[in-house]
């Protein structure tokens, strides 16, 4: 058997000794009239301890659940070891349910539709609840978001929508806007009203329309926009880029080597972490 190198033994070491823990939650929504599920990662110590805890809320994709972080993307793993060599801050992160692997039947999204307002389940419900109860700082020098694919997409327009309520927002291969992407053309089909609701609700519009005061609140956030180059929205990403700096907000725009896919979401989840990290507290 190979020995293990120092550090490979240094890192499981760590691994060891900070492990943190993710549970099931559920919030029961008056606004959308049903329970919502939430899987969230508590960090090694929070249990017994009186300690609040900045917070991130990480958000899924079209088609995906409150599970795909943690079941695909290996955030707890991720989580513990950055936490554990000090490259990320002692955090909460939630992971809300916005969708479901069917989105033909099953309404998928982060946005106010007909009859599903998830929006306002999202500041109204959501956050005040589970901050409280997980003791969460709860400001906006404490709180991040950031997500994938639609959950990318979503996490830019409620940051756009409350840039007073976050620190930063890192959106992963975002779904920006719809402009035929997915495509949207069968009104009887659920897949239709997130695509509406997703062009509706474009975040490139929304910087390019932007007036003075706006732009003012979006510098007050740091973004990071990250998608691959093989990437099918890349183009969107690119638009966003060159709106933000047309209006003067500092942002960072990473393409890297990568696809659309779950080789691409957990390798950015390491730079995504410490960045919320690095702006907790500014």
């Given at each position: 058997m190979k020995r293990l190198t120092v550090f490979a033994a240094l890192a499981l070491l760590s691994a060891n000794l900070l492990a943190g823990n993710v549970i099931t939650d559920s919030i029961d929504s008056k606004i959308l009239g049903c329970e919502v599920k939430c899987n969230v990662y508590l960090p090694d110590g929070f249990d017994g301890s009186t300690k609040e805890y900045p917070?991130?809320?990480?958000?899924?994709?079209?088609?995906?659940t409150y599970e795909g972080w943690a079941g695909h993307g290996n955030m707890q793993t991720?989580?513990?070891r950055l936490i554990a060599s000090g490259e990320a801050a002692e955090m909460?992160?939630?992971?809300?349910?916005?969708?479901?692997?069917?989105?033909r039947e099953v309404l998928?999204?982060?946005f106010n539709t007909p009859g599903r307002n998830y929006e306002d389940f999202f500041f109204q419900e959501l956050m005040p609840q589970m901050e409280a109860k997980y003791r969460c700082i709860g400001d906006k020098k404490h709180r991040a978001i950031m997500g994938l694919s639609m959950g990318g997409g979503g996490s830019t327009v409620d940051?756009?929508?409350?840039p007073e309520m976050f620190s930063s927002c890192y959106a992963m291969s975002p779904w920006l806007d719809e402009k035929g992407e997915v495509?949207?053309?069968?009104?009887?089909?659920?897949?239709a009203v997130v695509c509406r609701s997703v062009h509706e609700n474009s975040a490139i519009d929304f910087v390019a329309n932007a007036d003075e005061s706006t732009v003012a609140a979006l510098r007050t956030v740091k973004w990071?926009?990250?998608?691959?180059?093989?990437?099918?929205?890349l183009h969107l990403s690119v638009d966003m880029h060159y709106k933000m700096q047309e209006k003067g907000i500092a942002h960072e725009f990473r393409v890297r080597d990568g696809d659309h896919n779950w080789?691409?979401?957990p390798m950015v989840l390491h730079y995504a972490l410490p960045w919320a990290s690095v702006n907790f507290g500014k």
């Amino acid at each position: 058997m190979k020995r293990l190198t120092v550090f490979a033994a240094l890192a499981l070491l760590s691994a060891n000794l900070l492990a943190g823990n993710v549970i099931t939650d559920s919030i029961d929504s008056k606004i959308l009239g049903c329970e919502v599920k939430c899987n969230v990662y508590l960090p090694d110590g929070f249990d017994g301890s009186t300690k609040e805890y900045p917070v991130v809320y990480l958000l899924h994709g079209l088609s995906d659940t409150y599970e795909g972080w943690a079941g695909h993307g290996n955030m707890q793993t991720i989580a513990d070891r950055l936490i554990a060599s000090g490259e990320a801050a002692e955090m909460v992160i939630i992971m809300p349910n916005a969708g479901h692997p069917n989105p033909r039947e099953v309404l998928n999204g982060y946005f106010n539709t007909p009859g599903r307002n998830y929006e306002d389940f999202f500041f109204q419900e959501l956050m005040p609840q589970m901050e409280a109860k997980y003791r969460c700082i709860g400001d906006k020098k404490h709180r991040a978001i950031m997500g994938l694919s639609m959950g990318g997409g979503g996490s830019t327009v409620d940051c756009q929508h409350h840039p007073e309520m976050f620190s930063s927002c890192y959106a992963m291969s975002p779904w920006l806007d719809e402009k035929g992407e997915v495509g949207w053309n069968d009104k009887d089909d659920q897949l239709a009203v997130v695509c509406r609701s997703v062009h509706e609700n474009s975040a490139i519009d929304f910087v390019a329309n932007a007036d003075e005061s706006t732009v003012a609140a979006l510098r007050t956030v740091k973004w990071t926009f990250d998608i691959g180059d093989d990437d099918w929205l890349l183009h969107l990403s690119v638009d966003m880029h060159y709106k933000m700096q047309e209006k003067g907000i500092a942002h960072e725009f990473r393409v890297r080597d990568g696809d659309h896919n779950w080789y691409y979401w957990p390798m950015v989840l390491h730079y995504a972490l410490p960045w919320a990290s690095v702006n907790f507290g500014k």
